[in-house]
């Protein structure tokens, strides 16, 4: 392996689809609130990877955990 790579192993795939309802809008706040909580752990951390279709949210979903850790500081 080149200098400065290493290899990741997915171990989890989360599908993000956004749309609008209150079922939609529950499963977004559970992955932020995952994707927070993944950040919090500090014992174990973790690369994490956000892919999808072209518009369909992923960076949103980034600027609202960006939001709420700020909130909490």
Known sequence: ???GTEQVKI???IPVRIALGEIQRQ???QLINELINLYRNKKQRK???IYGQ???GK???L???QQ???EEN
Do not use: E, N
């Open 27 to 29: 499963f977004i706040d």
């Open 11 to 13: 171990t989890r795939a």
């Open 54 to 56: 072209k518009r369909a």
């Open 59 to 61: 960076s949103s979903i």
């Open 68 to 70: 709420r850790l700020q």
């Open 47 to 49: 690369v994490i990877v």
């Open 63 to 65: 600027y609202h955990v």
């Open 1 to 3: 392996m080149p200098h």
